[in-house]
Every structure is written in structure tokens, then in C-alpha cells.
């Protein structure tokens, strides 16, 4: 135990004065939250964008109501004035403006509306874009026409403008279950779910490269004379488990009190609060941390395999793909009944982290399955540190890349037994 804590001490110290290490705690998950806020507000925009269609505010309209469907020609554009439309006698009439640049947009109405439902829209922009839809006019005459010759309730019935309100009752105690309890069920398996997904990004390269950088410098070698195997590899799980919760505990601790000031001043949006549940917290918790051991103990067997980094970077791949299978097929956690894949992804050890954190996210997961899969996690985390222990006895002081399986197969020596 004094040799394993002196491994600790010393990887975690190390780490500690590294510039890097701060520069990855601190500057890629605000560069990751930055990139997910530009994407999230430019996503945003664009669908607003779309939405609105082209801004015909400023341009002349003109329309042919041969249905002589509408009840009215004046429509509300994108200023919030009226904007009354230019009435033509016949279609080629407004066509031919349209040609001449006289008009900026022509609406027909054809004598067949009310049968086939299809409405002209004539244009000739100085540009013209695929998503350009100059339909907003017409369609606010269509819908103030309708309107006007339908009862307000039936409108809003046909618009889907009615508001649903649900009440839903716990299977537990029949007591109604309000929004800050639905949120907390589904925030705290996101939040684990986020860490995990951080941890993975930000250390998932420096946790086969502690492994490899000894045998590239060829210190192991010097390492073994001194210290066990097991002592070696139990010490470099357990401090590169700690530099991730460091890192961790420096992205969350100010998110946390930012939450709390502005939970204080009434400052969350669209007034959501979380009730933080502590059982629910334990259960996520202790999946997050056996999650990361399980990562973590593959990834130090990546570094015992391999003899250099380039090697390790390969083999880490696969890694971080079987990790996260489970957002590949995410329409089979979704549904209230479980899929057949969804089951196998839950306990097949690698994806099993994401698996069970996005089921406990859509409610799929009860709290039995969650603890069978934690166990799950744990015994395959226990017997990958156990292999990269018998792993590294033999593959130490290799001096290639390329991997000898058939001696790794074979009895470890007796000097370096545990």
C-alpha cells in the first residue's frame, strides 16, 4: 500500500505542475461549451430564419384572387404594419410585371383553390437561394379568411394552438408528480451523463500515453527494480482517476455556484429548478465513478499492449468508439419499451456507461438493472487492471511496437509475480 500511494503521489504531483494539465481543464471544456453555444444559437437562427421566410416588408406585392376566395387583400408583414396588395385583373397581368421587375411578388389564387389547394407564388430576385419563401403574405390572408368564417375555437383546434396540461401521478404513492421532479429525474443521468462524456474527450489520450511514455523512455525498465507490477498499475489508476475528478471539480464547482446565485436571484430560464434528489445522486454517482474506473483500467491495457504511442492511439480508438455505440442507436433507448439492442448495449462493458446514463435519461432504467450494471462495470474494470498488470509484466521493456500475443499468453516470469 506504501509503494501504490507513492505511484499516487508522485503522478498526481507531476500532473499537478504541468501547464497542460490546467490548459486541458480549463480551456477545452469552455472552448466545447463555447462551440456547443455557436452551434446551438446558430441552429437556432437559422430555423428562426427559415421560419420567417423572406422579409417582404419593403417589397410590392401584388395578387390575382381568381377563387375570389379572399375576404381580405391587406396582411400584417414582418414591421407589424399593413401592407396592402395589389390587385390584378388577370395572371399574365402580374406575371408580366414580375418579368419587368415592376413587382416583386405575384400571388395567383387559380379558379380550382378550393379543390386542389394550390396557391402561385411568381419571383425574380436579384439572388436566388433554395430556402427563399416568399409565402408568408398569402398565407396570412388565408389564415384571416379562414378566421373570419370559423368559430375562434375551431381555428384554434385546427391550428394546434390549444393548451394541454397533464397531470401525472407517481407509480409509487399516487402523489402528482410537478415539472421540478421530471426535470431532476432527467438532469441528474444528463449531468453524468456530460461528465462522462468530458472525462472521455479531455483525458482519454494522456490515459494510454501514462502508460506508454515509461516504456518509450525506456524508465520502466528502472521502475520494476524498485516496485510490483500491481503496485504500479493500481497507482496509475487511481491518479489518473483523481486528475479527472480534479479536472472535473474545476469545470462544475463554478456552475454549481452560478447555479445556486441564479437559482437565489430568480435568474434560471423559464423558472426550472432542480431538486436535487441524494439518492439519485449516489446511484449516478457511483456509476460515474465506476464508469471512469472501467475507461480508465481499458485504457492503461492499451498502454501495456503497446510499445508506442502511435500504437496506443489506434487501439484507443476502438475504445472510444465501443464507448459511445450507444449514441449511434438512440432511437432504441427512446422508447418506453426497451429495445433488444438497448439490453445488450446496457451490459456489454464498454458501452455500458453511456447505455445506462441514457436510459436513467429517457426512464427506461429501474433501479435493480442499474445496480447490476454497476457491478457489471466493476468486474470487468477489476479484471482489465488485473490483466494490464499481467500484461506489463511481460511486455515492460519491449523495445518495438509490434506485439508479441504468443509470449503475453504464456506464464508470467516468476520475478515479477505479485
Not at 22 to 37: E, N, T
Not at 85 to 100: A, F, H
Not at 190 to 210: D, E, K, P, S
Request: hydrophobic letters at 50%.
Amino acid at each position: 500500500m506504501h509503494k501504490t500511494m507513492q505511484v499516487i503521489r508522485f503522478e498526481i504531483v507531476r500532473s499537478l505542475k504541468k501547464p497542460s494539465f490546467w490548459l486541458a481543464a480549463l480551456l477545452v471544456p469552455i472552448l466545447l461549451g463555447f462551440y456547443i453555444f455557436i452551434a446551438a444559437m446558430s441552429g437556432y437562427n437559422a430555423g428562426e430564419a427559415l421560419e420567417a421566410g423572406v422579409d417582404t416588408s419593403d417589397m410590392s406585392l401584388g395578387i390575382f384572387d381568381e377563387a375570389k376566395y379572399l375576404a381580405t387583400k391587406t396582411v400584417i408583414n414582418q414591421d407589424n404594419k399593413e401592407q396592402t396588395l395589389r390587385e390584378y385583373k388577370t395572371k399574365e397581368s402580374g406575371v408580366n410585371d414580375i418579368k419587368e421587375n415592376k413587382l416583386d411578388v405575384f400571388y395567383y389564387l387559380p379558379a380550382s383553390f378550393e379543390k386542389d389547394h394550390r396557391v402561385e407564388i411568381y419571383v425574380k430576385p436579384d439572388s436566388i437561394g433554395i430556402f427563399d419563401d416568399y409565402a408568408n403574405p398569402i398565407r396570412g390572408l388565408l389564415s384571416a379568411t379562414a378566421l373570419a368564417e370559423t368559430s375562434e375555437i375551431n381555428y384554434a383546434i385546427i391550428t394546434d394552438a390549444i393548451d394541454y396540461s397533464t397531470t401525472t401521478f407517481s407509480a409509487e404513492d399516487d402523489h402528482v408528480v410537478d415539472m421540478a421532479e421530471l426535470v431532476s429525474k432527467v438532469a441528474i443521468p444528463a449531468i453524468g451523463l456530460a461528465m462522462f462524456y468530458i472525462l472521455i474527450v479531455v483525458l482519454g489520450n494522456r490515459l494510454t500515453a501514462a502508460m506508454v511514455e515509461e516504456k518509450e523512455n525506456r524508465i520502466s525498465e528502472l521502475i520494476l527494480t524498485s516496485i510490483k507490477p500491481i503496485h504500479l498499475i493500481v497507482g496509475k489508476i487511481i491518479s489518473l482517476m483523481a486528475l479527472g475528478i480534479i479536472q472535473l471539480a474545476v469545470l462544475i464547482i463554478p456552475l454549481v455556484i452560478a447555479y445556486f446565485v441564479a437559482k437565489k436571484y430568480d435568474a434560471i430560464p423559464f423558472n426550472i429548478t432542480i431538486n436535487f434528489d441524494p439518492v439519485l445522486i449516489l446511484e449516478y454517482g457511483v456509476l460515474l465513478i465506476m464508469s471512469y474506473f472501467l475507461f480508465t483500467s481499458l485504457c492503461v491495457l492499451i498502454g501495456t499492449l503497446t510499445s508506442s504511442a502511435k500504437d496506443a492511439n489506434s487501439f484507443m480508438s476502438v475504445i472510444i468508439i465501443l464507448t459511445i455505440l450507444p449514441i449511434f442507436f438512440m432511437s432504441s433507448f427512446a422508447n418506453h419499451d426497451v429495445q433488444p439492442l438497448a439490453y445488450f448495449l446496457s451490459y456489454f462493458p464498454p458501452s455500458a456507461p453511456l447505455a445506462l446514463m441514457m436510459r436513467g435519461l429517457f426512464g427506461t432504467l429501474p433501479t435493480w438493472e442499474l445496480f447490476i450494471g454497476i457491478i457489471d462495470i466493476a468486474i470487468v474494470g477489476l479484471i482489465s487492471s488485473r490483466l494490464a498488470t499481467y500484461i506489463f509484466c511481460h511486455n515492460a521493456i519491449a523495445s518495438t511496437s509490434k506485439i508479441d500475443f504468443k509470449k503475453l499468453l504464456g506464464a508470467p516470469r516468476k520475478t515479477w509475480k505479485n
